[in-house]
């Protein structure tokens, strides 16, 4: 689904009674969590949590005028999706996360290349989110990128 906000704030108001409150919830541990030169804003329609271009002037290079992403955050139909480019793109941090997935969750883990989807509220791992969050920097996620994903 797609939302025409303007801010966080409005998306989250804009978003189903029952979604408000875990995307709430969701958002502020990422926040809590996120790596020094990350921030917040709305990115692709969603929740995004990205490198500036005052830290990364390049740019993400599918368009440079959009700031670097790093993460995600959406209500989608069906499910709240977190979507994290280091899962994607650092097969350790792929691994650490679906080893402790187990850990945290009683339900299979839904997951695309770097979404991982919720269908079930009651069951969504926080902690781990936050986790996942703050586990790189974001020099470690530029340098990534600019030798992994970045079109030379």
């Not at 991982?116 to 790189?136: H, S, T």
Request: charged residues 30%; hydrophobic residues 35%.
């Amino acid at each position: 689904m797609r939302y025409e906000a303007t801010s966080p704030e409005d998306y989250i108001n804009q978003l189903p009674e029952e979604r408000q409150e875990p995307i709430k919830k969701i958002r502020q541990i990422i926040l809590d969590n996120l790596p020094k030169g990350m921030e917040e804003q709305m990115s692709y329609g969603m929740l995004g949590f990205v490198i500036p271009h005052s830290v990364y002037p390049d740019g993400y290079h599918c368009d440079p005028k959009t700031p670097l992403p790093f993460m995600n955050l959406a209500s989608q139909k069906n499910f709240i999706a977190v979507y994290h480019m280091g899962m994607y793109a650092k097969k350790e941090v792929l691994d650490w996360f679906t080893t402790e997935y187990a850990k945290h969750c009683k339900y299979k883990l839904d997951m695309g290349k770097s979404c991982v989807r919720f269908k079930k509220i009651n069951d969504i791992p926080y902690d781990l989110i936050g986790e996942l969050a703050g586990k790189m920097s974001t020099e470690e996620w530029i340098s990534i990128y600019e030798e992994n994903i970045k079109k030379k």
